[in-house]
């Protein structure tokens, strides 16, 4: 009896699910606000990368409200596993390997993670991208060199200062033109370097922010003592 | 052609999809649910997303390897070798000093 409850439970679930999903115009949704932005935002914004052009101009408050996600995350891992007695055994350094790559692709990353911030308003990428990958460039040498570290106090000036940057720029948005975030200056010519107003300047503080956020993140939980078994 | 690469990567990633449940080496659990992540910004860049592509290498590919990975050695779980009848089996051993923190 119970089998055939189940049966006729699992087949009724099935039944539902199917009509929802012929009723449904699934991937068909009308694309109103899409497509708007697609149309105006090369002129309005001035960005080569729209998707750069929605992050930062359109949805700029998303952005921060996810900066914030990724404050309150880094911070609990520092308040959870930052803890660390100063008579703490460090670990070894790497091997011969470990080390030579860490060093070969230390410049490598760092020119790539800051290439990708300060293009990101022409080419795929933009702040987020080029920060975590920033982040991995410090990483590796403190993987390849555990004992060395990151200073965490000069982490912590550059995180508060781009935090700080991203908020005032969209403040001096709201003074000036009355939205926050709202794109400023002259959108330029689509394709420059110097173009698109003030995204470069929220990317840039974006990416330093994000970089900065996960490096020390990611040195803190390397660097925890691990806990008694 | 783009089919077929495109499949090929689809059962790439399933297969890996699996393994990261049925493999009993914990270091290559986490390197397949790299592999997955991989595979999936491959298949992002096909469909011509490369914003979403390049976030999802970067932070699922890498990222979030780095960080099972600590976490595995935190625990005391970084072991290279097959557990089987191997001295460096995942059983609640009391741990070497000098290999935990290695």
Not at chain 1, 12 to 37: A, K, R, Y
Not at chain 1, 49 to 73: H, K, M, P, Q
Request: with cysteine; glycine share 12%.
């Amino acid at each position: 009896m119970r089998r055939f409850a189940a049966l006729l439970f699992a087949g009724g679930l099935g039944f539902v699910l199917l009509v929802i999903v012929t009723q449904l115009n699934l991937g068909q949704t009308p694309m109103i606000v899409g497509q708007e932005m697609l149309n105006v935002a090369g002129a309005q914004v001035g960005a080569a990368n729209i998707v750069t052009s929605v992050l930062l101009a359109y949805r700029g408050f998303d952005t921060l409200g996810e900066l914030s996600v990724l404050f309150a995350a880094a911070t609990v891992i520092g308040l959870v596993l930052g803890h660390r007695r100063s008579n703490a055994a460090v670990d070894p350094d790497g091997g011969f390997v470990l080390q030579a790559g860490a060093d070969l692709l230390f410049p490598l990353l760092l020119v790539v993670g800051c290439n990708i911030i300060l293009y990101g308003h022409l080419t795929p990428g933009g702040g987020f991208q080029g920060g975590v990958i920033l982040a991995a460039a410090f990483f590796v040498g403190v993987l390849g060199r555990p004992s060395t570290g990151l200073d965490h106090s000069v982490i912590e000036v550059i995180e508060g200062f781009a935090g700080s940057a991203f908020i005032a720029v969209g403040l001096w948005a709201l003074f000036a033109e009355g939205e926050f975030l709202m794109p400023m200056l002259d959108p330029g010519t689509v394709g420059d370097l110097i173009s698109a107003g003030t995204l470069p300047l929220l990317s840039l503080a974006l990416g330093l922010k994000v970089g900065s956020e996960l490096a020390g993140l990611m040195t803190s939980l390397a660097n925890t003592e691990a806990g008694d078994p | 052609m783009l089919e077929w690469i495109a499949s090929l990567i689809v059962i790439t990633v399933l297969t890996s999809a699996v393994a990261v449940l049925t493999v009993q080496n914990m270091v290559g659990a986490v390197a397949a649910a790299s592999v997955v992540s991989l595979g999936v910004s491959v298949v992002f860049v096909l469909m011509h997303a490369p914003d979403v592509a390049m976030t999802e290498a970067a932070v699922g590919a890498g990222l979030s390897g780095v960080v099972m990975a600590l976490g595995l050695r935190k625990l005391g779980l970084w072991r290279l070798e097959d557990d089987k009848g191997s001295a460096h089996a995942l059983e609640p051993t009391p741990r070497p000093e000098t290999d935990a923190d290695a």
